[in-house]
């Protein structure tokens, strides 16, 4: 029905504008000269002049998004561990033998032989006598006499006095206040848009009345239409596009920030002050005086004399005379003699290998999935229209 209204509508707008319009008319009739008829009755008719108009309808589009997931995926892992291998090797151990031989040799033995020869002597004895005999000396003895004496002395004795005096001092006192601070915690978001189209401009026919006379013949009616045509410009907006883009999302907070400042007072406070005099003070001090006399003082001491008077005696002594003779005599001595020979062994060690071993792991990893939804899509056609104008005709 809109394709045939769009292919019909030129037509029968022209034939309106054929009925409708009126013009200058000449014709000749016989040969006749040229006439004008009288006026006609104005008869007011309704037309309908073609114009495209933009008509809009929202549909549901579908828009698929991959969307990335994050899933979690086992794998095997090789991994080495170090283990220890008993290996077997053969050494050489050297193996030492020790064996003895006889060699005799021949050897000079002292032999000691004591014989007792007897010695007479004479040796000077001492013999010893003790006498306790009396010394009578005198000696001077101290006497030590004490006596007490006065001593009179000036000392200057501190007499201290307290005053309160006003001191001004400085304090500082702490002020808080609370103000208010906006912060934007907004992030962006990925929004579809619907940008309208752009509107451009067009030429459409319009119906015009070019001779602009009420006469009515036939045969000149259509050359007057044929010689004149009237455009007009017509503003037509194409259709909206939908446009992805990020936009922001506002989201303030207030948040209350605490503020503590210090104001200087300055104070008076009662302060002692402590102010020393020196004031002279007579003190009496008893110092004691030691005199010392000597005195004689007769003693007696006992003293024992000893005296020594040597006596001839007579001893005998028994003197070893020791001699001494070598003798040959015959050993036998071992004599050791080692010998080393290698001898081939078998030992064990612990050798370190590296062994493989797969171990299951957890990773992560990114899946991408087609994720379809439903969008509402404004879409816009132009549709011709009618548009009434009122033509006077005769």
């Known amino acids: 029905m809109l394709k045939f209204l769009r292919l019909s509508c030129p037509f029968a707008g022209?034939?309106?504008?054929?009925?409708?319009?009126?013009?200058?008319?000449?014709?000749?009739?016989?040969?006749?000269?040229?006439?004008?008829?009288?006026?006609?009755?104005?008869?007011?008719?309704?037309?309908?002049?073609?114009?495209?108009a933009p008509q809009c309808e929202t549909v549901a589009q579908t828009v698929y998004e991959t969307v990335y997931e994050t899933q979690p995926h086992t794998v095997m892992e090789t991994r080495y561990r170090q283990a220890f291998q008993t290996?077997?090797?053969?050494?050489?151990?050297?193996?030492?033998?020790?064996?003895?031989?006889?060699?005799?040799?021949?050897?000079?033995?002292?032999?000691?032989?004591?014989?007792?020869?007897?010695?007479?002597?004479?040796?000077?004895?001492?013999?010893?006598q003790t006498q306790r005999m009396e010394r009578r000396y005198t000696v001077m003895k101290p006497v030590y006499q004490?006596?007490?004496?006065?001593?009179?002395?000036?000392?200057?004795?501190p007499v201290y006095q307290t005053t309160m005096v006003e001191q001004p001092y400085t304090v500082c006192r702490p002020v808080t206040t609370v103000r208010q601070v906006v912060e934007e915690t907004g992030y962006y978001e990925r929004q579809m848009v619907t940008v309208p189209g752009p509107v451009i401009?067009?030429?459409?026919?319009?119906?015009?009345?070019?001779?602009?006379?009420?006469?009515?013949?036939?045969?000149?009616?259509?050359?007057?239409?044929?010689?004149?045509?009237?455009?007009?410009?017509?503003?037509?907006?194409?259709?909206?596009?939908?446009?992805?883009?990020?936009?922001?999302?506002?989201?303030?907070?207030?948040?209350?920030?605490?503020?503590?400042?210090?104001?200087?007072?300055?104070?008076?406070?009662?302060?002692?002050?402590?102010?020393?005099t020196m004031v002279a003070e007579e003190r009496v001090e008893n110092i004691p005086v030691t005199t010392c006399t000597m005195v004689a003082e007769e003693r007696v001491e006992p003293y024992e004399v000893r005296t020594c008077t040597m006596v001839a005696e007579e001893r005998v002594e028994n003197v070893p005379v020791t001699t001494c003779s070598m003798v040959a005599e015959q050993r036998t001595e071992n004599i050791p003699v080692t010998t080393c020979r290698m001898v081939a062994e078998t030992a064990t060690r612990q050798v370190p290998v590296c062994v493989p071993e797969q171990v299951p792991v957890t990773v992560n990893r990114t899946v991408a999935r087609v994720v379809a939804?439903?969008?509402?899509?404004?879409?816009?056609?132009?549709?011709?229209?009618?548009?009434?104008?009122c033509l006077a005709c005769p």
């Open 14 to 52: 022209a034939a309106l504008v054929l009925v409708v319009l009126a013009g200058e008319a000449r014709a000749t009739y016989g040969g006749g000269a040229h006439w004008r008829c009288t006026p006609a009755p104005v008869i007011q008719t309704q037309c309908n002049v073609v114009a495209l």
């Open 87 to 128: 290996e077997q090797y053969t050494v050489m151990r050297p193996v030492r033998e020790t064996t003895y031989v006889a060699r005799n040799y021949t050897v000079m033995k002292p032999v000691y032989q004591t014989v007792n020869h007897q010695r007479r002597y004479t040796v000077m004895k001492p013999v010893y």
């Open 146 to 157: 004490t006596v007490n004496q006065q001593r009179r002395y000036t000392v200057m004795k």
């Open 201 to 276: 401009e067009r030429q459409v026919r319009i119906p015009v009345d070019p001779c602009n006379s009420c006469e009515r013949p036939r045969k000149k009616l259509f050359g007057c239409l044929h010689k004149k045509k009237a455009f007009a410009t017509v503003a037509i907006q194409c259709p909206p596009r939908n446009v992805c883009q990020t936009a922001f999302v506002s989201r303030p907070v207030v948040r209350n920030i605490t503020e503590t400042r210090y104001v200087t007072e300055t104070m008076t406070r009662q302060v002692p002050v402590q102010t020393c």
């Open 373 to 389: 939804r439903q969008v509402p899509v404004q879409s816009c056609t132009m549709v011709p229209v009618a548009v009434p104008a």
